[in-house]
Nanobody, 126 residues
Framework: QVQLVESGGGLVQAGGSLRLSCAASGLTFSNYAMAWFRQAPGAEREFVTA????????KYVDSVKGRFTISRGNAKNTVYLQMNNLKPEDTAVYYC???????????????????WGQGTQVTVSS
């Protein structure tokens, strides 16, 4: 049974930083692409960033480029999201997701991620 457990969320002032972690179990972690999505109140869950199994390729939504960095430690079965220069519009529940997509490329579509964590709240005050 795959389990993804996020941690590191919290309340931070605009301009501050947070580091999210997602610990994975029940899967061969190095076989999976990993991603972070987020969902603000009243909004759809949206793609934020993803990383290939090797960590060699990453993708970001335009709104976080230059501020967020995704990384992974395959030896620790963990994926990270370093978030700097946070803005109030980054406020959301952040979800970790895993994909065993094997047809090439790095998926950014929610439907291609088949395992999800419970989410961690990030609140940025102005």
């Amino acid at each position: 049974q795959v389990q993804l457990v996020e941690s590191g969320g919290g309340l931070v002032q605009a301009g501050g930083s947070l580091r999210l972690s997602c610990a994975a179990s029940g899967l061969t972690f190095s076989n999976y692409a990993m991603a972070w999505f987020r969902q603000a109140p009243g909004a759809e869950r949206e793609f934020v960033t993803a990383i290939t199994w090797s960590g060699s390729v990453t993708k970001y939504v335009d709104s976080v480029k230059g501020r967020f960095t995704i990384s992974r430690g395959n030896a620790k079965n963990t994926v990270y999201l370093q978030m700097n220069n946070l803005k109030p519009e980054d406020t959301a529940v952040y979800y970790c997701a895993a994909s065993d997509w094997a047809r090439g490329g790095l998926p950014i579509i929610r439907a291609l991620y088949n395992s999800w964590g419970q989410g961690t709240q990030v609140t940025v005050s102005s």
